[in-house]
């Protein structure tokens, strides 16, 4: 069993890859401020940005994880309109609760990624505190 960060590094790596050949996300506007779970322990736990080149953001239950590379494109907007408010940019969105195994068998035959995939995906929702919420209200 791989560990959860060095799958997380291996799964982010084949969505940005994915994004290159179109096979995950779509485009939409992403605002250009940090959504308000940036600061939360679950942000912590799945890092403040994706190590890739591309710019993309992941949609993991509503706390936007973005690439270096859309930090980048950020910067270089943000100079192209010197002046005016930016609040938003056009950039491909993959939402994580939208993947599914056979999307993963698609883009990658790595073993590692197919068999944790579910574990991982566990372990996202009990962290995002998803996996429990009739629990609480009880």
Request: aromatic fraction near 14%; proline fraction near 4%.
């Given at each position: 069993m791989i560990e959860f960060h060095d799958y997380l590094r291996k799964f982010e790596r084949i969505v940005g890859g994915a994004v290159v050949t179109d096979d995950f996300g779509r485009t939409m506007q992403v605002s250009v401020r940090e959504g308000k779970l940036?600061?939360?322990?679950?942000?912590?736990?799945?890092?403040?940005?994706?190590?890739?080149?591309?710019?993309?953001?992941?949609?993991?239950?509503?706390?936007?994880?973005?690439?270096?590379?859309?930090?980048?494109?950020?910067?270089?907007?943000?100079?192209?309109?010197?002046?005016?408010?930016?609040?938003?940019?056009?950039?491909?969105?993959?939402?994580?609760?939208?993947?599914?195994?056979?999307?993963?068998?698609?883009?990658?035959?790595?073993?590692?990624?197919l068999s944790g995939f579910a574990d991982f995906k566990s372990t996202i929702l009990q962290k995002r505190n998803l996996g429990n919420r009739r629990r609480n209200r009880e």
């Open positions: 940036y600061h939360s322990q679950f942000a912590k736990f799945l890092g403040r940005k994706v190590l890739n080149a591309v710019p993309f953001v992941i949609d993991y239950y509503g706390y936007f994880k973005r690439s270096d590379g859309f930090k980048h494109r950020l910067k270089q907007t943000q100079q192209e309109i010197v002046g005016k408010q930016l609040k938003t940019i056009p950039t491909t969105v993959v939402i994580f609760n939208s993947i599914r195994i056979e999307d993963l068998q698609a883009v990658t035959d790595d073993p590692d990624i």
